[in-house]
C-alpha cells in the first residue's frame, strides 16, 4: 500500500529525515513514534505530497508519488495536527469541495456525509462556518473530510489532539474498519498507550532516521512501548 | 510595550518582503528596495504634481483675494479626506481581525498598547496619503509667501494635525463597523455596501467639489461669507501657521484622538468576542450537487473574495470603476465627448475615440489585483491545495478565474457603453472588446505570477498580503501603467498610424505577453505552487 524508500529530507545543512524506508501493507494500522522534531511531520507531509524530499521515492498502490502525484493523492487522505481549514466555508461546503475534488458521486457524498456527521455528532453544525468551529470540531470535519472519499490510505499527525474522549474513541474504531476494509492508516503519536493498543505495526524515529520498526511484538517484545521507546531515546 | 508591539507588526511586513520564504533565509533587498523607492517617487510625483497644480490655482486666486484660510480649507480638506479614504478600509482589519489578538489579549500586554500599535500601522497610511494632499499644498503657499520658519513650523503642525484627525476619523469608522459587524448576519456584504455608499458619497462630493471649485477661480469674493461658519475660518488659519487657530486645532485633534483611543480600548475585547460568535443556525439537509474539480476550486476562490470586505475593498475598486464609467458615459456620453475635446484642445475623431476608450479601460480594469494576494491569501490553508489531488495549474486556473470574473463583465459593460456612444466601425468594435479583454487576462496572469513569486503566507492579518505586499503594490502599477502607456503610446502616434492598426499591433503585443506569462504559469508556475513551504 505504501512504500517508502531512502526518504531524505534536508532543511540546509540540517537532516531532518535520514534514509528513511518503510513498507505498510494493505490491512495495517502503522503508528510512528518519535520525540518532538524527530522528523515525522516531515515524513507525513512528504508521503502526502506536500513536502519535497531530496533523495528517496515514496509508492502508493504501486504509483510513484514523484511521476503520478495526482494518482497517488487520489488514494490518500492527509490531516495535518493542526487542521487549518477554510474559515470562509460552512462545514458542508468545506465537504462538499473535498468530494468535488476527489469527485465522489453525489449520492454517495450525501450518504457518506450523512452517515459520517452523525457519527462525529457533528450534523447540526454543518452549516455553521468554520472560523465558529473549535478545534476539535474542525478536527472532526478534518477527520469526516478524510474519510468521505474512501480513500486507500490516510496519514494522520497526532489525531487524537484536540478530540474529545468520546470522538478519540469512535476514532480508533473507524481507523480499524477503515483497515479491516482492505485500507491502510499510517500516524504519528506521542500517545504510546494508544499506539500500543492500536497498531499493527509501530517505527520509532530519532534525529531522522528510523531506530526500530515492525510489529508491535517484535518492536517492544516483553516491555510497554514506553520503556523501548525511552530507552532507544536515551541512547 | 508598544515599541516591540510595532516591532513585530514591522517586522511581519519586512518578512513578507525580504524573506525567501523558499530558500528560508533573507533575500538581498537591494534590486526591490530601488524598485521600490522608484516606484514611490513616481506615485508621489504623479499625485504630488495633480495636487500642487490644483494648489496653484486656487493659491494665486485666493491669495490674490486675502482669502489665505479659504485656501487651507478647501486643500486641508481634500487632505483630511484623502487620510480617512487612504487609512479606512485598513482600520476594521487592522483593529479587529487579526489573528494575533487572542494571543495578545492572553499575555500581559496592556490592551491599549496593542490598540496604540495597531493605529500606529494604519497611521502610516492615512499620514501617507494625507500628506501627499497638503504637502504640496503647503510648498506652494510658503514659495507664494515667502515664508519664514515660524510659517514653516505651523504648517507642518497643520500637516501633522490633519494626519492625525484622518487617524481618529478612520479608527472610529473601524469601531462602527465592528460594532455594527457583530450584531449582522451578512458581514461581509453589508461592509462592502457601506463602504461602497461612502465611496458613492465621496464621488458625488467629488463631482460638487469641481463644479465649486470652478465657481471659486472665477468669482471668490462669493466665498468669503464661509467665515460666517463656526470653526471654518480658523481652521484654515491653522493652515497658515497662526498661533492661536493651530492652538485650537492641535487640542481638538488630541482630545479627539483621545477619545477615540479610550473607546476603542474600552470595547476592544467586547467587540473581538463579538465579531467571532455567530448565531447558530441548525443545518438542515440539502439535497448535493457534484461539480467538476475546476468549478469547485473556483467556487472555493469565490467564497475566499466574496467573504473578505478587505479583499473585494482594495482588489476589486476596478470594476466599480468600470461600472461608474459604463453609467457615465451612457447617462452623458455626448457632454463627456465635448469636454474631452475641450480639455485635449484637439479634435477627436471617433477612431481616435476608440482607441482612447480601449486604453482608458484598460487602465481602470488595471486597478483591479485579485490574482495577486491570492496566493499569499491561501495561508496556514495551502497544505490543503498541496494534499489534495488536483494539479498546480487547475489550482492558478481558478485564481485566474476569479480575476476575470470580476472584472470582465463591468469591462464589457463598459465597452458598450462606449460603443453605444462613439459608434465605432466594426473593426473597432472588435477591438474595444478584444483589446481590453487582452488586457485583463495579461493583468490576472501578471498579478499571479508576481504573487507566486513573492508569496508571504505568515500572515497574522490578512490586510498585510491584500495592502501591504510588494506583489500587490508592483501587479497594480504595472498594470494601470499599462493601459496608460496605450493611451499615451496612440496619442504619440496617432498622426501616423490609423486607430485600428495601433488596436491590432497593442492586441498582438498584450496577447503575446499574457500567452507568454500563462506559458511560465503552467510550466513554472505550477511547478513553484507545490513547492511553497
Known sequence: MLRIEHLTKKYGEKVAVDDLSLHIAPGEIYGFIGHNGAGKTTTLKGVAGIQQFDAGEVYIDGLSLKTDPIGCKSRLAYIPDNPDLYDFMSGIKYLNFIGDVFRVEADRRQARIRELAARFELTDDLGQPISAYSHGMKQKLALISAFIHDPRLILLDEPFVGLDPKASHLLKSMMREHCDGGGAIFFSTHVLEVAEKLCDKVAIIKEGRLVRSGTMEAVKGDDSLEEVFLELEEK | ?533
Open chain 2, 1 to 533: 510595550m508598544v515599541k516591540l508591539l510595532i516591532k513585530r507588526q514591522i517586522s511581519e511586513l519586512m518578512w513578507s518582503l525580504f524573506y525567501d520564504t523558499k530558500k528560508k533565509k533573507a533575500r538581498a533587498p537591494g534590486a526591490d528596495i530601488g524598485f521600490t523607492i522608484l516606484i514611490a517617487v513616481l506615485i508621489i510625483a504623479l499625485v504630488g504634481g495633480m495636487v500642487g497644480i490644483v494648489a496653484r490655482d486656487l493659491c494665486g486666486v485666493l491669495l490674490g483675494a486675502g482669502l489665505d484660510w479659504l485656501y487651507f480649507v478647501i486643500l486641508g480638506s481634500m487632505s483630511l479626506l484623502a487620510g480617512v479614504l487612504g487609512g479606512v478600509f485598513a482600520a476594521y482589519t487592522s483593529l479587529y481581525k487579526a489573528r494575533d489578538n487572542d494571543l495578545l489579549l492572553s499575555l500581559p500586554i496592556p490592551e491599549h498598547s496593542i490598540i496604540t500599535a495597531r493605529i500606529l500601522t494604519v497611521y502610516i497610511l492615512t499620514g501617507l496619503f494625507s500628506g501627499l494632499a497638503i504637502l504640496p499644498a503647503l510648498g506652494i503657499y510658503w514659495w507664494q509667501k515667502k515664508a519664514g520658519s515660524g510659517m514653516i513650523i505651523g504648517g507642518l503642525i497643520f500637516a501633522l494635525c490633519l494626519s492625525l484627525l484622518a487617524l481618529a476619523l478612520c479608527a472610529l469608522l473601524g469601531y462602527g463597523v465592528a460594532l455594527l459587524a457583530g450584531k449582522m448576519k451578512n458581514k461581509s456584504l453589508i461592509t462592502v455596501l457601506l463602504s461602497l455608499a461612502g465611496a458613492g458619497l465621496y464621488l458625488a462630493g467629488y463631482y460638487k467639489f469641481n463644479s465649486m471649485l470652478e465657481s471659486l477661480l472665477t468669482d471668490p469674493a462669493a466665498f468669503a461669507g464661509l467665515e460666517k461658519l463656526p470653526g471654518l475660518k480658523a481652521f484654515g488659519l491653522a493652515g497658515t501657521g497662526a498661533g492661536l487657530p493651530l492652538l485650537g486645532l492641535g487640542l481638538l485633534t488630541l482630545l479627539l484622538l483621545a477619545m477615540v483611543l479610550f473607546v476603542l480600548v474600552r470595547s476592544f475585547r467586547r467587540l473581538i468576542s463579538a465579531s467571532a460568535s455567530v448565531a447558530r443556525v441548525r443545518y438542515r439537509e440539502k439535497t448535493i450537487r457534484s461539480r467538476s474539480v475546476q468549478k469547485a476550486l473556483l467556487i472555493k476562490e469565490l467564497a475566499r473574495f466574496t467573504t473578505s470586505p478587505a479583499y473585494m475593498l482594495n482588489c476589486a475598486m476596478g470594476s466599480l470603476f468600470l461600472l461608474f464609467l459604463s453609467g457615465s458615459i451612457l447617462l452623458k456620453g455626448g457632454g463627456l465627448l465635448s469636454a474631452l475635446e475641450q480639455e485635449a484642445e484637439i479634435s477627436i475623431s471617433a477612431g481616435m475615440l476608440g482607441a482612447l476608450a480601449c486604453a482608458v479601460l484598460c487602465g481602470l480594469a488595471g486597478s483591479n489585483d485579485i490574482s495577486a494576494p491570492s496566493i499569499s491569501l491561501e495561508g496556514k490553508n495551502l497544505w490543503l491545495l498541496q494534499s489534495l489531488p488536483v494539479e498546480g495549474w487547475q489550482v492558478l486556473k481558478a485564481k485566474l478565474g476569479l480575476h476575470l470574473l470580476v472584472t470582465l463583465p463591468p469591462l464589457w459593460l463598459g465597452a458598450l457603453a462606449c460603443a453605444l456612444v462613439i459608434r465605432p466601425s466594426v473593426p473597432e468594435l472588435v477591438f474595444l472588446f478584444l483589446l481590453p479583454t487582452l488586457a485583463v487576462l495579461l493583468y490576472a496572469a501578471f498579478g499571479l505570477m508576481i504573487g507566486l513569486l513573492r508569496p508571504n503566507l505568515s500572515w497574522t492579518n490578512e490586510i498585510v498580503p491584500i495592502k501591504q505586499s510588494f506583489s500587490v503594490f508592483v501587479a497594480m502599477m504595472v498594470s494601470m501603467a499599462y493601459g496608460v502607456l496605450m493611451g499615451v503610446l496612440y496619442l504619440r502616434l496617432a498622426k501616423n498610424l490609423a486607430p485600428t492598426v495601433y488596436l491590432g499591433i497593442a492586441s498582438l503585443v498584450t496577447a503575446l505577453l499574457a500567452g507568454l506569462i500563462l506559458f511560465w504559469l503552467k510550466k513554472r508556475g505550477s511547478a513553484r505552487l507545490g513547492e511553497l513551504p
